[in-house]
């Protein structure tokens, strides 16, 4: 089945330090979607991103697609405790239906 | 809207019992998952249903683990019998429609310990 690899497992930054998060897969995706699941609580949908090189921006996270669509990234600029969580990447491949989760990023922040 | 909701928020028992989880979709969502999280395994998705049929039960560990959808507005998963190594976080999900590019809305989750 689908799979994808997000590295790293674990990051630890300093607060105002920037961070970067990614999601590999052997496939071409066709979406790419990222989550945010704060300590305790549950995942919560930041976006898709559908097109090739696509690069999308909220605030202080910007968002990557591939140019092969196999691989996206999130880059936080100068991390704020607030954004501290785990950080999910989800995929589906072709018509399937199903969302499959990487393992997840895990970023803490010292102030 | 409530969101999806899920009961119970926790719940411990015994090796050998019967545990039913059971999620309330947003009104209106066709689709529906089901979760669990685990620090090992990550999130695995363990089936998923659209209009209340089971589409792909794949990811259900084993025969013990059963999903039900009987309407749009309620589903159910059931362990019986429950094992120490089912203790996990379960979190139901739905969305608008079976489009891959729809985002999942999750429940607040169940913590399922079994001692």
């Known amino acids: 089945g689908q799979q994808v690899m997000q590295i790293p497992q674990y990051q630890h930054v300093q607060e105002g330090e920037d961070f970067t998060t990614y999601c590999n897969s052997s496939t071409t995706l066709s979406n790419i979607q990222w989550y945010k699941q704060r300590p305790g609580g549950h995942p919560v949908f930041l976006i898709q991103?559908?097109?090739?090189?696509e690069v999308k921006k909220q605030k202080r996270l910007t968002f990557q697609f591939g140019e092969a669509k196999k691989n996206s990234s999130l880059h936080i600029t100068a991390t704020q405790t607030t954004d501290v969580g785990t950080y999910f990447c989800?995929?589906?491949?072709?018509?399937?239906?199903?969302?499959?989760f990487g393992k997840g990023t895990k970023l803490t922040v010292n102030p | 809207d409530a969101g999806v909701i899920q009961s119970p928020r926790h719940e411990v028992t015994e090796m050998g019992q019967e545990v039913t989880l059971r999620c309330k979709p947003i009104?209106?969502?066709?689709?529906l998952f089901w979760y669990r999280q685990t620090m090992m395994r990550g999130l695995e998705l363990l089936i998923y249903?659209?209009?209340?049929?089971?589409?792909?039960d794949s990811g259900m560990p084993e025969d013990r683990f059963s999903a039900k959808m009987p309407n749009a507005s309620f589903s159910t998963l059931k362990i019986q019998p429950s094992e120490p190594r089912d203790s996990a976080v379960y979190f139901c999900?739905?969305?608008?429609?079976?489009?891959?590019?729809?985002?999942?809305?999750f429940g607040s989750g169940t913590q399922l310990s079994v001692l």
């Open positions: 249903f659209n209009n209340n049929v089971p589409i792909d």
């Open positions: 991103l559908v097109k090739s090189g």
């Open positions: 009104s209106g969502h066709n689709s």
């Open positions: 989800a995929v589906s491949q072709g018509g399937s239906e199903k969302l499959v």
């Open positions: 999900a739905s969305r608008a429609g079976p489009a891959t590019g729809e985002k999942l809305f």
